[in-house]
């Protein structure tokens, strides 16, 4: 979504800045080019325009230096990679028109096109132009811009607050305590009385946080003040209600909205939190809602239960409880989804399949399972055919169900460490704290090793990963050890 609102260039300037960002020991000029394919010129043009735009946000909090032939950030301490990034991507976000245009729309009612001009201090052409985007955007959520409307937008009631779901998060993401401005009420947004109603008994994190308050808060908003409601069809909150805890988790007691709205939108809201919050459930709580379906007489339950009988019949796997919870979950809230939502906005998610799976589509690991996988879809309980990007994240999904559960062949690890007998055993033992026994192994002797640990010559195995480990006191040593490894397992286990 990012693309919509910010340039060619801002883009790359923000992975420039990225690649720097996260890497341990800074990053040379020439690698940054060359994954960046850029030329000398423009990658000097880009780097001093970065560097400005830097300073201007943060002054001398962050700064980008060279040190040791490398480019290197050096930053305050308290400041946190994701929080530098989202700032970095919103100040070159609010200097687009489109960005402008939308901030405009969702935050105050019109009637006409040159009011919009006006306030914005765009021509009306330019209006125009950016009202036929807003159209483009708008279209997989089945809504549209309305101006007579009193919201300004209409349509598919669900789509709309979808799209301002999506909108308020990736463009209007606060870096603040609350997702919308100090005039919006209070009650809407309560997050005591959200965790209360929905009973969430555990800390969420920032991001969990703030998305529920957007949701709420959407929600609440449009039912209040515009009389909005979503038309849901009785199977559907019949299918869904096994998420909902009883209690209206919208609080709207105080505005005179009829209670039997209050509680259909409130079963509506407990479903869609499930599905736009990561983790929004503990694993006791995804486990009572697994044990609710396969106690229920609903359809969408048993369907999963055969469906997930069937993936195991053709993986060859028996599941573990936790995974087994894990898996159902996961697609239990994919069949509703295809059910009865079916919005195509993958472009607007932060990762969207349609951009990566070519990447995907790579991995060894799934070629080697791409036939089986294609073959389980079949069936999989769905209201009508897939298409072809429907089945490109449902092919995704599965592939996650399947490393989920298939049993991990872990990389076996040989160390010789002949400065001290004591040493290898120093050395293995530290390696059990970063990785447990489903990642690496160790064996006993070279032709078993995946990876040879040692601090002396063992001969040419060309076919080894090899790590010469003299000093194991020298802390950047270990630090090298742990990459090593990291980058061994991902190459023969997670490709």
Same mark, same amino acid.
């Given at each position: 979504?990012?693309?919509?609102?910010?340039?060619?260039?801002?883009?790359?300037?923000?992975?420039?800045?990225?690649?720097?960002?996260?890497?341990?020991?800074?990053?040379?000029?020439?690698?940054?080019?060359?994954?960046?394919?850029?030329?000398?010129?423009?990658?000097?043009?880009?780097?001093?325009?970065?560097?400005?735009?830097?300073?201007?946000?943060?002054?001398?909090?962050?700064?980008?230096?060279?040190?040791?032939?490398?480019?290197?950030?050096?930053?305050?301490?308290?400041?946190?990679?994701?929080?530098?990034?989202?700032?970095?991507?919103?100040?070159?976000?609010?200097?687009?028109?489109?960005?402008?245009?939308?901030?405009?729309?969702?935050?105050?009612?019109?009637?006409?096109?040159?009011?919009?001009?006006?306030?914005?201090?765009?021509?009306?052409?330019?209006?125009?132009?950016?009202?036929?985007?807003?159209?483009?955007?708008?279209?997989?959520?089945?809504? +549209?811009?309305?101006?007579?409307?009193?919201?300004?937008?209409?349509?598919?009631?669900?789509?709309?607050?979808?799209?301002?779901?999506?909108?308020?998060?990736?463009?209007?993401?606060?870096?603040?305590?609350?997702?919308?401005?100090?005039?919006?009420?209070?009650?809407?947004?309560?997050?005591?009385?959200?965790?209360?109603?929905?009973?969430?008994?555990?800390?969420?994190?920032?991001?969990?946080?703030?998305?529920?308050?957007?949701?709420?808060?959407?929600?609440?908003?449009?039912?209040?003040?515009?009389?909005?409601?979503?038309?849901?069809?009785?199977?559907?909150?019949?299918?869904?209600?096994?998420?909902?805890?009883?209690?209206?988790?919208?609080?709207?007691?105080?505005?005179?909205?009829?209670?039997?709205?209050?509680?259909?939108?409130?079963?509506?809201?407990?479903?869609?939190?499930?599905?736009?919050?990561?983790?929004?459930?503990?694993?006791?709580?995804?486990?009572?809602?697994?044990?609710?379906?396969?106690?229920?007489?609903?359809?969408?339950?048993?369907?999963?239960?055969?469906?997930?009988?069937?993936?195991?019949?053709?993986?060859?796997?028996?599941?573990?409880? +936790?995974?087994?919870?894990?898996?159902?979950?996961?697609?239990?809230?994919?069949?509703?989804?295809?059910?009865?939502?079916?919005?195509?906005?993958?472009?607007?998610?932060?990762?969207?399949?349609?951009?990566?799976?070519?990447?995907?589509?790579?991995?060894?690991?799934?070629?080697?399972?791409?036939?089986?996988?294609?073959?389980?879809?079949?069936?999989?309980?769905?209201?009508?055919?897939?298409?072809?990007?429907?089945?490109?994240?449902?092919?995704?999904?599965?592939?996650?169900?399947?490393?989920?559960?298939?049993?991990?062949?872990?990389?076996?690890?040989?160390?010789?460490?002949?400065?001290?007998?004591?040493?290898?055993?120093?050395?293995?033992?530290?390696?059990?704290?970063?990785?447990?026994?489903?990642?690496?192994?160790?064996?006993?002797?070279?032709?078993?090793?995946?990876?040879?640990?040692?601090?002396?010559?063992?001969?040419?195995?060309?076919?080894?990963?090899?790590?010469?480990?003299?000093?194991?006191?020298?802390?950047?040593?270990?630090?090298?050890?742990?990459?090593?490894?990291?980058?061994?397992?991902?190459?023969?286990?997670?490709?």
């Amino acid at each position: 979504m990012i693309e919509l609102f910010t340039t060619p260039k801002e883009q790359v300037k923000i992975e420039l800045f990225q690649y720097i960002l996260f890497s341990r020991a800074g990053e040379f000029s020439k690698d940054l080019k060359e994954k960046l394919n850029l030329k000398n010129e423009t990658f000097r043009r880009y780097s001093k325009e970065l560097e400005e735009d830097i300073h201007e946000l943060f002054g001398q909090d962050i700064k980008i230096i060279k040190k040791s032939s490398k480019i290197v950030i050096k930053m305050k301490n308290e400041m946190t990679p994701d929080y530098i990034v989202t700032r970095l991507k919103l100040n070159y976000m609010r200097k687009s028109p489109l960005y402008s245009l939308l901030f405009t729309l969702i935050s105050k009612s019109y009637t006409s096109i040159p009011e919009i001009a006006y306030d914005l201090n765009f021509s009306e052409p330019t209006v125009y132009k950016l009202l036929t985007q807003v159209k483009e955007i708008m279209l997989p959520f089945k809504a +549209e811009f309305d101006l007579a409307n009193a919201t300004n937008f209409s349509g598919d009631e669900l789509g709309v607050r979808y799209f301002l779901y999506l909108t308020h998060w990736h463009l209007f993401n606060t870096l603040g305590k609350k997702p919308f401005s100090d005039a919006f009420p209070p009650e809407f947004i309560d997050i005591n009385f959200l965790k209360r109603s929905l009973k969430i008994e555990r800390k969420l994190s920032k991001a969990q946080e703030q998305k529920l308050l957007i949701l709420a808060g959407v929600t609440s908003y449009r039912i209040v003040y515009f009389k909005k409601y979503v038309k849901v069809e009785k199977a559907f909150l019949e299918d869904i209600s096994i998420f909902y805890r009883g209690h209206h988790c919208l609080n709207l007691a105080s505005f005179n909205v009829d209670p039997e709205i209050i509680e259909k939108e409130s079963i509506l809201l407990s479903f869609l939190v499930r599905g736009l919050i990561f983790e929004f459930d503990d694993m006791y709580e995804k486990k009572r809602v697994v044990e609710r379906f396969q106690n229920s007489k609903l359809s969408v339950g048993y369907e999963v239960s055969l469906f997930l009988e069937k993936f195991r019949e053709t993986f060859s796997f028996e599941f573990s409880e +936790e995974n087994y919870v894990k898996s159902y979950y996961l697609l239990v809230l994919t069949n509703l989804y295809s059910r009865y939502i079916q919005f195509n906005v993958d472009f607007y998610r932060a990762v969207p399949i349609e951009k990566n799976y070519e990447l995907f589509e790579k991995k060894p690991r799934y070629r080697a399972v791409k036939d089986r996988l294609n073959q389980i879809i079949t069936y999989f309980p769905s209201s009508q055919q897939l298409n072809d990007l429907e089945r490109k994240s449902l092919t995704a999904l599965l592939y996650t169900i399947y490393e989920l559960n298939a049993p991990s062949i872990p990389v076996q690890v040989y160390i010789n460490h002949t400065s001290s007998i004591v040493n290898s055993f120093y050395i293995q033992n530290t390696l059990k704290k970063f990785f447990n026994s489903d990642l690496i192994a160790f064996c006993k002797t070279i032709p078993e090793a995946d990876v040879i640990i040692s601090s002396d010559p063992e001969g040419n195995f060309l076919s080894k990963d090899v790590f010469y480990f003299k000093n194991i006191f020298d802390k950047e040593t270990w630090t090298d050890l742990i990459e090593f490894l990291s980058k061994s397992l991902y190459e023969k286990r997670f490709r």
